[in-house]
């Protein structure tokens, strides 16, 4: 038995699901769980609550009881005070804790015992030789009339994708800096030389400051602001990064599952880091183009 614990929004939600995707064909015989207690207890209210199952029609790993997950770690539904018994409390013996989340660990295709996964596992190794086997289980839904609209526009041109996060990461220093107005400058620049026509798609949670700071980069080119997908339906605009012909993502997971899950053979501009850390980071795929 193995379990897998999600936490965070639907973006490291699916790179949890996607590490429990990734285990269900390293160990076909092997009973595969995720662990979603902290979304039903009070104590942990972020983005949308649990996504997965909500987004995705394909998605059919079945969540641990918490009799399952009391065998092979602590089971403290709370998040917050499971974080901080987990740095007090030693490792259990049938626990694994992704200590550097943008690295890849080859330990976790080795396993051969029961396990509890604990992190958020953000590196693209562990999943690009499983790639249409998630491409499956993230199939989205049919779309409304809005976004069927959408995906049919940015289909029938040479569309670019640009992801602007701002919000949280203003205040977070771990990931505030990196794609600054500087980075977008640069991304704009190479895929209008690299693209012709293009016509930028530009999804934010700060729409105000791209049509202040975005919108003048872009020059005469063709933009539309998707402003359509909020609250419960936000998920929708990482969908529709994934039509996108080409992408300026962010260092975030929303942007990166929209890369990922992107079937074009267009351009993807990342930045050439994900965090503010001296670490190794693994979380961009190798054909993606770093702007420095």
């Known amino acids: ?143 409304n009339e809005y976004n069927k609209n959408m995906i049919q526009r940015m289909e029938s041109c040479n569309s670019v994708g640009i992801h602007v996060r701002r919000g949280d990461y203003k205040t977070s220093p771990q990931f505030y800096g990196i794609c600054d107005l500087d980075y977008y400058k640069k991304a704009i620049k190479q895929a209008k030389a690299k693209i012709d026509n293009p016509f930028f798609f530009i999804f934010s949670d700060d729409v105000d400051w791209c049509k202040k700071n975005i919108s003048p980069i872009i020059g005469n080119s063709e933009i539309n602001y998707v402003t359509e997908n909020r609250g419960v339906d936000s998920y929708w605009d990482m969908l529709l990064l994934s039509h996108c012909r080409n992408l300026i993502i962010a260092n975030s997971s929303f942007s990166w599952w929209g890369a990922f899950l992107n079937k074009q053979t267009g351009l993807i501009f990342c930045p050439p880091h994900w965090v503010n850390r001296n670490e190794k980071q693994e979380t961009p795929l190798e054909y993606w183009i770093k702007i420095i």
């Open 1 to 143: 038995m193995k379990i897998v614990n999600i936490m965070g929004g639907l973006g490291n939600q699916m790179f949890q699901y996607a590490l429990a995707i990734t285990l269900k064909e390293i160990y076909p015989n092997e009973d595969i769980y995720i662990d979603t207690h902290h979304y039903k207890y009070n104590g942990y209210k972020i983005h949308q609550g649990f996504e997965i199952y909500k987004v995705f029609p394909n998605a059919n790993i079945p969540q641990a009881n918490w009799t399952k997950v009391a065998k092979l770690s602590y089971f403290i539904p709370n998040f917050w005070l499971s974080r901080v018994v987990r740095k007090i409390f030693p490792i259990r013996k049938y626990e694994f804790r992704d200590n550097m989340h943008y690295c890849y660990y080859p330990l976790v295709a080795n396993m051969n015992h029961d396990c509890y996964y604990d992190g958020y596992w953000q590196s693209y190794k562990y999943f690009l030789p499983y790639r249409d086997r998630i491409l499956h289980a993230y199939s989205h839904r049919e779309p």
